[in-house]
């Protein structure tokens, strides 16, 4: 018998969730605090990427971000502040910076990024989605012999997890992308990514949600959740009460905020990313990241996107300008023939992908709430990862066995 659902959150995983959820008979309701039609599900670099296997709390990371603390352009910045959350997090972030956190978790992301790779496809096939998606793998550009024996390092260790990496030299590049100079001594190519053009999607799927009867609240904000003996029994926003059977919080970098409603703590940073486009001609055919800057590049549908940094600093939607010119001037640097230009950068969006401390997401039931599954907590891989997030929700809440191991990603795990 189906249920009734209500969706916080109408980024990538909430659509998925309501697309799975009703593929099964559920009636869904998504509800979101924005129109729908910007944020990290909107600028992010499109990747389907079971080459991330490693995640953000690596070797090494924190000591790179107090590095680069006092340097405005760098990859990743990680803002100082007195707050409680924050601080919790800086610790089990930096608690799980170790290589045993990142062989237990490989797996882990291997296993849902490839999962969500075949669901992204499918829906695609299945509904004729005429949104781009291409399977051109991904390149990893390095200018420097130490980011090149990190890659080298990296590929293999995606290579012994079965996905197709290898090395490559400058020759084997040229082949790969033959009409765009490329400036790099050498890199890693991972043939098993995939890529797309966000935005296509998102509309192609909010068109076919509302075609079914999903109903869709925009511009509302959950201002609270009515708890009665460990169950939700309604939430309000500014405008209205709303009652389900089974909610799902999907709300990305808010996520946190409304957990604490039932007493869950839930350990999540927002990281801003930026992005810059150029509809002009690049000749850039196959996707790139770019080692030592760690700016992501995608030919998407009619324009190529340049994205990229970290900045872990609080909510906020202001543009950094410096950020902007170090993803432009690392696209010149890779790319020698190519400059953005004034009004491309004046352009720059952002959005804010929500980090948990160990780099996994937060996907299942707490034992604060028997009615709420989380779904949040996705950091870079939100787009690689939303298809199979999505079907995942709708298991639980189908009380169907997972399609996948659910442990690594439970919402109560301890850091």
């Known amino acids: 018998m189906g249920k009734q659902v209500v969706v916080i959150g109408g980024g990538i995983i909430g659509l998925c969730s309501a697309y799975y959820l009703h593929k099964e008979g559920h009636q869904v309701a998504i509800i979101d605090k924005s129109n729908m039609d ?4 909107y600028v992010n670099a499109g990747y389907l990427s079971p080459s991330h296997v490693i995640p953000l709390s690596a070797p090494g990371v924190m000591k790179k971000g107090l590095k680069w603390m006092f340097n405005p352009s760098s990859p990743l910045y990680i803002k100082p502040r007195l707050n409680k959350d924050f601080l919790q997090w800086v610790w ?11 062989k237990t978790s490989a797996s882990a992301i291997r296993d849902i990024t490839i999962f969500s790779q075949e669901l992204f496809e499918a829906i695609i096939r299945d509904e004729k989605f005429n949104s781009h998606y291409e399977k051109k793998g991904l390149l990893m550009l390095c200018q420097t012999e130490k980011a090149l024996e990190e890659e080298v390092y990296m590929a293999k260790m995606a290579s012994d997890l079965g996905l197709s990496a290898r090395e490559v030299n400058t020759e084997e590049i040229r082949q790969i992308e033959s ?3 490329i400036d790099a001594i050498g890199g890693t190519y991972f043939e098993c990514d995939h890529h797309a053009t966000p935005h296509e999607f998102m509309e192609a799927m909010k068109a076919f949600l509302e075609r079914v009867g999903v109903s869709f609240f925009k511009n509302e904000t959950v201002m609270d959740l009515e708890i009665q003996n460990g169950t939700i029994s309604k939430i309000k926003t500014q405008n209205q009460i709303l009652k389900a059977d089974e909610y799902v919080l999907a709300a990305g970098s808010w996520s946190a905020l409304l957990s604490k409603k039932i007493g869950l703590k839930l350990l999540l940073q927002a990281g801003k990313g930026y992005r810059i486009e150029t509809s002009r001609a690049t000749n850039i055919t196959v996707p790139a990241i770019l080692a030592e800057a760690k700016v992501a590049v995608t030919p998407m549908n009619g324009f190529t996107r340049f994205a990229g940094t970290m900045e872990i600093a609080g909510i906020s939607h202001n543009i950094n300008k410096i950020r902007v010119e170090a993803i432009a001037r690392a696209a010149n640097t890779y790319y020698p023939e190519i400059m953005l230009n004034h009004e491309e950068k004046k352009t720059a969006a952002s959005g804010l992908r929500p980090i948990s401390p160990d780099g996994l997401p937060y996907i299942g039931k707490s034992s604060k709430c028997d009615n709420l599954t989380m779904a949040a907590g996705h950091a870079m891989m939100g787009w690689s990862m939303g298809t199979a997030t999505g079907k995942l929700v709708s298991d639980i809440i189908s ?10 990603y439970h919402p109560d795990r301890k850091f």
Do not use: M, Q, W
């Open 38 to 41: 910007a944020g990290a599900s």
């Open 92 to 102: 089990a972030f930096n608690k799980s910076c170790n290589i045993e956190h990142v």
């Open 179 to 181: 009409n765009v100079s």
């Open 399 to 408: 009380d169907k066995k997972p399609t996948l191991d659910l442990k690594h």
